[in-house]
């Protein structure tokens, strides 16, 4: 039997999804069809049963595609596959996942040349992108799939909750709007709550539950947790047994369940796309519109939540830069073709530029890359474990030794998280002693994983929120975190790495177009209205075009904020730039914060006669870009994630499983070897981009600096600006340290507040 129809899917929960409204029609027309799913949960003997006995219908992810194709019988798998469904196709080329699905489409025609692809998606900018992605790319042709519009369905009905007595200045939790969601909820027939983090959503799960005084039915899902607990809540949302869901992006693409009629959206949504994505999620038919209320956290997110709503009103989306293909992802690729045979290099190249991501792909640059799979580059080519293939006497290039296609598929992939520990629940009775001689309870079942680092921060006896409930950590034993729960009502709650997803920048133009026309206020609630009003009478409101840079003295510091509204990502960059700009004017600069819509630089000089277009000169962008990465460790992290995904650093070896440290003691031995001896290496020049295009978001910061050049507008004050109070809140939370070895100032916010409002 061969695969006739391939579904690929950005999340696991969509695929279970689409096969369990699928299962319905086909057993109850009693059709001959079979289908199954194949993701990360799905368990290693089936996945093992389906490479000889595959179904009919194949719902599965990029990741599945690559571990199939990697396997010398792909060609028998799929020599007859008619059909490849691409759902969200959106989210899948937006990454490195996009660059890895891409190269095995391109396999996969080559094994069945008649195979037909078709890409979905509701909420693309720009659909001439997604249609050269469904077609093989050829020199000097702009080939294109056919598109197919379907008919716009009711406009949505999308409110923003703002109270007209209190909105906060600073905070991402909107503690202050839980009874009024929980209000939200109950009225309601099912409700998804959506968050932008899993931390938020363990908080805002458990706000929720300590006033749901009707005990309502509310559970909780996110990437975390066990897969057990996130399918017993997707089965009970399906089936009605529930009123509400605190979710993550987990759910927020393609779910189907019609009796959910309200979505909640906790914070700003950060890009109108993500926004229309997850609204879409309520009243999941063609004729009835959705229903969303967007729960702003503070002063400026009530300011993007309405320029958010209206985006989504008038169907406006997010434009997506088409990406060029990671080399890092190139070089996993290039020994996943070995592993299912040996491959001619030039045939292999000319099937990878067929592809969008990779067509502008260099020759040299692909000869590097095939160098260093077979050799780990000059500089480490003495080493043995760094030889994965090599050329045969006819040219062609084959696995080096068989163990090394069992090494490729235990470490395949492009998602590259912080090491995770299994956080189990114990059971209480027989107790087992540690190898630390301290005694832990029995052990239990799984109810998910956490990130090692914030693991490694407890004590026996501390407790933290996790899953939906509080737990006491009460030791480790190997690689499980043992825990049993807890009624503490003050517990920690977890620090998940890489969870906060950046301001769009369509959104960010529409919050500066809302800030400078003083038309559209009166739309606003009062106290965010009144705080804009006392900000044009104690200082300047920008137009959309120009920068404000305001400067004032405080507590025997002097401050310099600027409002950028480019996203947390271009202002930690301009942070970095202009801290080292402002070392060498003599301001000394003690430290600074971004967040996604001002910069805060504080000082122990004046910073108010500063030449202001030299300090936001484009010039940044080169000698100082280069000096601060060099002294910098982002580059070894970037470095680190690039060496993974590439297979220079495995994760997992048969049997065992490498901790955060190693990985990281590894991979910046590897790093200082490279940049000595092989500056040139293609993954430091894979490093060098990811760091440009994510961490620092180069391109982003030089349209900012090309946007406001010649539009910089300069207010010195004698104390902090009402805009200035909320990024001035985040100092002490999040600061990113300067010159000065001083301790940071923590400021009070009623005190911030007073001198802002004040009148005299």
């Not at 990454?95 to 040349?113: E, F, N, Q, T, V």
């Not at 490498?658 to 590897?670: E, F, N, Y």
């Not at 060098?688 to 539009?711: E, M, P, Q, T, Y």
């Amino acid at each position: 039997r061969r695969i006739h129809t391939l579904y690929v899917s950005p999340l696991k929960a969509l695929a279970v999804d689409i096969a369990r409204n699928l299962e319905t029609p086909v057993r109850e027309m009693d059709l001959p069809i079979s289908l199954e799913t194949r993701t990360g949960d799905t368990p290693a003997a089936r996945r093992q049963r389906q490479r000889h006995n595959p179904p009919d219908i194949l719902l599965t992810t990029p990741e599945q595609i690559a571990l199939l194709l990697s396997h010398s019988d792909a060609s028998q798998m799929f020599g007859e596959l008619r059909y490849v469904i691409l759902d969200e196709m959106h989210s899948l080329v937006a990454s490195k996942r996009g660059d890895l699905l891409a190269l095995g489409l391109a396999r996969l025609a080559k094994l069945s040349p008649s195979m037909r692809q078709i890409g979905l998606s509701a909420t693309v900018a720009d659909p001439d992108h997604l249609r050269r992605s469904l077609i093989p790319q050829e020199p000097n042709t702009d080939q294109k799939a056919t598109l197919i519009m379907g008919e716009a369905g009711p406009s949505p009905n999308v409110s923003v909750l703002a109270s007209e007595n209190h909105v906060p200045w600073s905070g991402h939790m909107a503690n202050h709007a839980m009874p009024d969601v929980l209000n939200a909820i109950t009225a309601a027939k099912m409700t998804l709550v959506f968050v932008n983090t899993r931390r938020q959503a363990e908080i805002v799960f458990q706000s929720l539950w300590a006033i749901n005084d009707e005990n309502l039915p509310i559970a909780l899902h996110h990437g975390s947790l066990a897969i057990e607990q996130r399918r017993k809540v997707e089965s009970a949302m399906a089936t009605g047994r529930l009123r509400a869901v605190i979710c993550t992006s987990t759910l927020d693409l393609g779910i189907d369940w019609g009796d959910v009629d309200l979505v909640i959206h906790i914070g700003a949504p950060k890009g109108a796309s993500r926004l229309m994505q997850r609204i879409g999620r309520s009243n999941h038919r063609f004729d009835e519109p959705s229903r969303a209320l967007l729960v702003p956290s503070n002063r400026f997110e009530v300011l993007e939540c309405e320029a958010a709503r209206d985006a989504t009103m008038r169907g406006a989306l997010d434009g997506e830069e088409p990406r060029i293909g990671g080399l890092d992802v190139l070089a996993q690729h290039v020994l996943g073709m070995a592993c299912s045979q040996p491959f001619d290099p030039v045939d292999l190249y000319n099937e990878i530029v067929s592809t969008q991501p990779y067509a502008d792909l260099p020759w040299g640059d692909y000869e590097k890359i095939v160098d260093f799979v077979a050799s780990g580059g000059y500089a480490l080519r003495a080493y043995d474990q760094f030889r994965r293939i090599v050329k045969t006497p006819e040219g062609a290039y084959r696995l080096a030794h068989p163990k090394e296609a069992q090494r490729y598929r235990l470490n395949i992939g492009t998602i590259v998280e912080a090491p995770m520990i299994k956080i189990r629940l114990v059971r209480q009775g027989r107790i087992r002693p540690s190898r630390a001689g301290q005694s832990i309870p029995r052990g239990g079942r799984v109810l998910g994983e956490m990130e090692e680092y914030f693991i490694d921060q407890l004590r026996p006896g501390d407790t933290f929120a996790f899953g939906g409930e509080v737990v006491r950590f009460e030791g480790m034993r190997e690689t499980e975190c043992w825990v049993s729960r807890s009624a503490d009502e003050d517990p920690m709650v977890p620090a998940y790495q890489g969870g906060k997803f950046p301001l769009s920048t369509f959104l960010a133009e529409r919050v500066r177009d809302l800030i400078a026309n003083e038309s559209e206020w009166g739309r606003l609630p009062q106290p965010v209205s009144e705080w804009l009003g006392i900000q044009k009478w104690r200082s300047i409101i920008p137009d959309a075009k120009s920068l404000l840079v305001e400067t004032f003295p405080r507590s025997d510091k002097h401050y310099l904020v600027c409002y950028p509204f480019d996203g947390r990502l271009a202002h930690q960059s301009l942070g970095m730039l202009l801290t080292k700009r402002l070392e060498r004017a003599g301001a000394k600069p003690m430290g600074f914060v971004a967040t996604e819509y001002a910069l805060a630089v504080w000082g122990l000089n004046n910073m108010s006669t500063l030449n202001m277009a030299e300090l936001f000169d484009e010039d940044m962008l080169g000698d100082d870009l280069d000096a601060w990465l060099a002294d910098s460790s982002l580059m070894k992290r970037t470095f680190r994630n690039c060496a993974i995904i590439a297979g220079l650093i495995e994760r997992r070896f048969p049997g065992k499983e490498k901790s955060g440290r190693q990985m990281t003691i590894s991979s910046d031995l590897i790093y200082d070897v490279l940049l000595e001896h092989q500056p040139e290496h293609i993954l430091l020049s894979a490093a060098w981009n990811d760091a440009a295009s994510g961490f620092l978001d180069i391109a982003r910061l030089g349209a900012l600096l090309k946007r406001i050049k010649d539009h910089i507008v300069v207010k010195p004050l004698d104390r902090v600006s009402p805009l200035a109070v909320p990024v001035l809140l985040h100092i002490g939370k999040e600061p990113v340290y300067g010159e000065a070895s001083e301790s940071l100032l923590r400021e009070a916010s009623d005190d911030l507040i007073e001198e802002a409002t004040r009148l005299v």
